[in-house]
């Protein structure tokens, strides 16, 4: 019987538990209106006590009287609002209710008709209350006190309208300081307003490819969305300074024939917290507008990293498309080469490598701290501040991006919600985003996470062909006599040249084609250019004989060696003309876009560097100058490199996976050449001296030669020291009269007079030799082509020496001219 009477129990249970509770609602939803009620009783009965005849006991007997109806509506109120706190308790009642009694007669409304049912009735009730209070405040009933209501209003408006003139005076102040601030810095284009087109673009045909494709979609949006797909909203544009970022969004707002808004990159500095985040909400707003009327709409920021970074201590993006790059400027162990050895190592390497654990040795837990990864996620900011912009630039910047679709107009916003008509769905706001920089680390993650950015290329230098297109281009606009031959030469020799730098030569060629009165650019006139960019104007000093034998003789030893050993490079030019910080210099580049370097290479850059030392020794009977330090500093580097790093030396283990523990006592760790790894970058050093002096005795006139022809023009171009070593004919030297067999006799005595001075320490005045003193038939071949003499020079105060400290350059003597070691 228990049991039959337990299982009756559950399914009485059960049964009431089919029946669902009625949603619990919070405390104040249940008595707001009851308040409201009872409000409007307590101020009615106050008002009644107004005359000084009626009593408390009074007032409240005419109010309970007089205002019968809202006992009534109380007491309605407080019923419905008790079956309600029984329904969320007892579903049967919840369902007698809502299912038998009113199930067939209730009116089923839409979530809108539902929503402007209750909008009417809160009117309703507003204009109810205002009626009863102007009724019972001019002792008339509720319908005659709101009917005089106006009336009342209008003998109190002058009053009313001093103190809203007030108010509004006191915020339009504000207003329009805001306003005046959140003003300039952003440009609006209209289609006729640019000229520039994609033909006008030269040397970046493949990013220039991707951007039209992303233009095409904003033409023709069908194409991708019929298919499902969406329009790309965003495009970052980054690379070094010049590449052509900004032509080539120039060149976008002049194809499309959409309206083209700049955006400056100061536009953003605020003066007052607010004025960021103001003049975003008022550029996307214009550009909402823009979109709507001409059915789409471009907008480029430039230098977009002042916008786009939370903070200093924003980890910004280290994967992707930047990780390299981030990497290297972390100061990765695979910055020098050509595979990022970081991609196919775990998490805890990898923080390893990236330098979390800088400190820690080798074996220790390589968690990172709580602190740490909050700066390297970028979740702390820099004193409170945001970048960029300022406090709230950016994230404003980042809702605009990818926020909700904003209903436009104030009649529809408004006027329609108003009167209780539903909005009109937003339009499709057609936006293309364009941003450029060469600081890509520095931008937030959320600004390039897709949606936002979709397509990130980075315009790097142009590749040869690329040059050669440019330097094409910018040749046309004048008068020239360059050949297409002189054009790939000028292209190889420039090869990270960018396209500003390439317009900025040709137009410093043009400078200096007119100083020299040509009617047309010449061959010379480009290379004098590109030698006042690279080099900068020569300082206004002259060597004495001695010492400006022995710069040429220095680098003389650089150019032949290089020339002899250095076959990935070709020597761009070598001067003796002093600059700020070096008396001269033989400068190389790449013949080709290469991105690998080899052993046997990098020997060859050492000797090249080495060739100063070997030179010095052997032309100047063992002596040697303070001016190989730069040389020697660079070898060592290169030879350390390889025997540490690079796995070309007599070990295999890299320093770089090998990070130094602080020993004990505190004292810092050794260098990198104490021990045997300095012992063996020593040894490697001996070996290359060795073979770069084999080098130099062998190839003893060619220096000869080539220091000959820079004493006598200053300055060589590549295409000139070649001719030199071979003994050919070119623009700028004959080569031809270093071949005579006088030529050695000749300089040889005028070298021998030099290094007898140089050993006794006194000044001697002595003729460079001239062609015609070993080669009376060629001399007329072999004039300086930039137009100095040769007679002796004299200047006081002469550089202390000499030296290459631009880059490497070699030095070399030759048994019969030398004067022993």
Known sequence: MEAEEDEDDGAVLVKAARWPLRKPVPLWARARLLVLIAGVWGALFWYSLNDPLVSWRDGLVMTWNSKWWLEVLFAAELLRQANYLLAEHWGTWDHFWVDLVFGQRRVRLSDWGRYRAKRLVAVLAAIALVAVVAGAAQHENPVAGLFSLPGQLVSVLGYVAYIIFIMAAIVLQFVAMYWFLSRGGIEVYFPDDIRTRFSHVWGQDAVLERVKESIVFLEDPGSIESKGGYVPGGILLWGPPGTGKTLMAEAVAGETGKPFVFVDPGAFIQMFVGIGPLKVRGLFRKLRKLAVRYGGVIVFFDEADSLGSRGMLSGGPAGGVFGDRAARAGGSPWAGGACHGGTYVSEDGLNVLLGYQRHTPLGAPTTVPESRRRVRDGGMMMGGM????????????????????????????????????????????????????????????????????????????????????????????????????????????????????????????????????????????????????????????????????????????????????????????????????????????????????????????????????????????????????????????????????????????????????????GQEGGGLLQGDLGKRVEQRLYELLEDTDALL???????????????????????????????????????????????????????RRLLQAHRDRVKLSVSLPRPADWAPGLAGAAGPSNGHDHAPVRAAGAPDGPGSGGGPGPVVALPEISGGT
């Open 697 to 751: 005795a062998a190839n003893e006139v060619e220096v000869m030669a080539v220091a000959h022809a820079l004493e006598s023009h200053k300055t060589l171009s590549g295409e000139d020291v070649e001719a030199v070593i071979e003994g050919k004919p070119a623009r700028g030297v004959d080569g031809r009269i270093y071949k005579v067999a006088a030529f050695a006799e000749v300089f040889g005595a005028y070298h």
């Open 386 to 665: 945001g970048g960029g912009g300022g406090m709230g630039t950016l994230q404003a910047l980042l809702t605009e991006m990818s926020g909700l679709s904003k209903p436009r107009g104030f009649m529809n916003r408004v006027v329609r919600r108003g009167l209780g008509m539903k909005p009109k769905a937003p339009p499709k706001y057609r936006i293309m985003i364009m941003m450029a920089t060469n600081m890509p680390n520095s931008l937030d993650d959320a600004l390039l996470r897709p949606g936002r950015i979709d397509r990130i290329y980075k315009v790097g230098y142009p590749s040869k062909s690329g040059r050669v297109r440019t330097y094409q281009g910018y040749f046309d606009k004048v008068h020239h006599d360059l050949t297409p031959a002189d054009i790939d030469k000028l292209a190889t020799v420039t090869p990270y040249a960018t396209g500003a730098t390439m317009k900025d030569l040709v137009n410093e060629s043009l400078i200096v084609s007119i100083r020299r009165g040509h009617e047309a650019i010449t061959w010379s006139d480009v290379l004098e250019a590109k030698r006042l960019k690279d080099l900068g104007l020569p300082e206004d000093v002259e060597y004495v004989e001695q010492e400006r034998h022995a710069v040429a003789v220095h680098e003389a030893c650089h150019a032949v060696v290089a020339y002899r050993a250095r076959k990935h490079l070709e020597i761009d030019l070598a001067t003796i003309e002093k600059g700020g910080t070096y008396l001269g210099m033989v400068h190389s580049i790449k013949p080709e876009d290469r991105f690998t370097n080899w052993k046997s290479e990098f020997e060859a850059d050492v000797m090249v560097s080495l060739a100063s030392l070997a030179g010095e020794r052997r032309f100047f009977g063992g002596d040697s100058s303070s001016g190989v330090s730069g040389d020697l500093e660079s070898a060592t580097a290169i030879a350390s490199f390889m025997e540490a790093y690079w796995g070309m030396g007599a070990t295999i283990a890299s320093h770089a996976g090998a990070r130094p523990v602080q020993p004990a006592g």
